[in-house]
């Protein structure tokens, strides 16, 4: 996979909540920084005390107000409670492959707030990845804002295009509003394929899918966003 060596060795996780999830899923944390280290504790506490003896042995860095909102990309709304800097873990393709649960594949995504929402509902549903297609980083700061620090809860990585997934085993599903197949559970070790909400897949993917899924939608409606249509064929297909 292409993103099995990790394009930038430190990524950031701004706010709470994207921390919280790292935690919980092994991310390595070199460092937190936070303007107040009460408050951010006070949160652990409240809404994640699993994780709160791990937030105690981080490295802590106490800054301005000022400071942690340019840390977080100087947003307009306002500073995080928290900015944590995290090892971006390389992706074992063979392990991903191997692997029983389904993979999700977006091809070119044009999006990346919505590629970290996918990444997000894939964590939750089970799936072992979530791989790309296209130009985009999947770990950009975008798609981990998306994905509410859940990047480590998934393997995510970029891929040059099919030939990299489709070994034995692997069945490729491709969401397509004219698939022959109705909405159902999922083949053992599926390859969820899906596109952008204008293009669609490319005709090579539907060419060499062994199933095109169509999800059932009312009349008029041309496309679902692309975590909703993840999340529906993921649980679906549960």
Do not use: C
């Not at 063979?94 to 964590?123: I, K, S």
């Not at 998306?146 to 995510?156: D, E, R």
């Amino acid at each position: 996979m292409a993103g099995s060596s990790p394009q930038a060795e430190t990524i950031a996780l701004e706010g709470f909540h994207p921390l919280k999830h790292a935690l919980r899923f092994g991310a390595a944390i070199e460092e937190v920084v936070t303007a107040d280290p009460t408050h951010l504790e006070t949160l652990a506490a409240r809404f994640a005390p699993d994780v709160l003896p791990a937030l105690r042995a981080l490295p802590l860095r106490i800054v301005r107000v000022d400071e942690l909102a340019q840390l977080a990309g100087g947003r307009s709304h306002g500073s995080p409670d928290a900015v944590a800097f995290a090892r971006r873990p390389t992706v074992d393709h063979a392990a991903v492959l191997a692997d029983d649960r389904p993979v999700v594949l977006l091809e070119e995504p044009t999006h990346l707030g919505n590629v970290g929402a996918v990444v997000r509902v894939a964590a939750a549903a089970g799936a072992a990845a979530v791989v790309t297609t296209g130009a985009l980083d999947p770990w950009h700061p975008a798609a981990l804002r998306g994905s509410a620090g859940l990047h480590f809860a998934v393997a995510v990585a970029r891929v040059q295009g099919l030939d990299e997934l489709l070994v034995p085993g692997r069945v490729l599903v491709a969401a397509d509003p004219d698939g022959d197949t109705a909405l159902a559970a999922l083949p053992a070790r599926a390859i969820v394929a899906l596109g952008s909400e204008r293009r669609g897949l490319s005709r090579e993917s539907l060419a060499r899918a062994h199933r095109r899924v169509r999800i059932p939608m009312r009349e008029g409606v041309s496309s679902l966003n692309l975590a909703t249509a993840a999340a529906v064929l993921l649980y679906a297909g549960r």
